[in-house]
Each structure stands twice: as C-alpha cells, then as structure tokens.
C-alpha cells in the first residue's frame, strides 16, 4: 500500500504560478512512477504530467512549456511547478502513483487539492 498526502493549489491569477507537493508514504520502495492528473466536473482525469523513477518525463501537450515535474526519491516526494497558468488549468489535482513489483501493479491516488485560474 501506497499512501499519498498533497500539499498546495488555492486560487491565483491568469498568468500567475503556484507550486503543488506531494509525498508518498508505506510501500515506497516498489514505487516506478509518481505524477499529477487533473480533472474538472464531468470530465475524465487526465494525465498532466508523471516521472518515472529515473527521471524521464511525460507532459501533456496542455501544460508543455509552462508546467515542470520534479522528484526528490530520497524524500519520496513529487512536485509541480506550474507556470503562466491559464483558466483551463482550473481542476482538481491528483498525486498519482505507480507501484510496481515482480507480480503486478497497481495505482494509488491522493485526495486532490483544488487549483482555480481566475481573475
């Protein structure tokens, strides 16, 4: 088992930044991928942005550019910079990991933590 605790999001301005944390508790040593999926009401949760455990990044198209992913595995943690935001980035976020082992897998997601664009 994997737990995930968030930290960050809150409201800011068209073009502004905000910074969102998360850290992965429990069975962290089998962890592959940590990232961040977004999902606004009656939509689906897509992909924002993951990293795997040797550093290689996926963005969605959306937020090239303009997010940046980061993890810190001695602290197990996953962060998101997220720049120039736009009104469309307004979502629920969620911290995602992928834990994997010589049998299966599986993924853990955290509670989310709201991030709103608006003026």
């Known amino acids: 088992q994997v737990q995930l605790v968030e930290s960050g999001g809150g409201l800011v301005q068209p073009g502004g930044s905000l910074r969102l944390s998360c850290t992965a508790s429990g069975s962290i040593f089998s962890i592959y991928a940590l990232g961040w999926y977004r999902q606004t009401p009656g939509k689906q949760r897509d992909l924002g942005a993951v990293i795997s455990r040797d550093g290689t990044t996926n963005y969605a198209d959306s937020v090239k550019g303009r997010f940046t992913i980061s993890r810190d595995n001695a602290k197990n943690t996953v962060n998101l910079e997220m720049n120039n935001l736009e009104p469309e980035d307004t979502a629920v976020y969620y911290c995602?990991?992928?834990?994997?082992?010589?049998?299966?897998?599986?993924?853990?997601w955290g509670q989310g933590t709201q991030v709103t664009v608006s003026s």
């Open positions: 995602y990991a992928l834990q994997v082992s010589a049998f299966n897998s599986a993924s853990y």
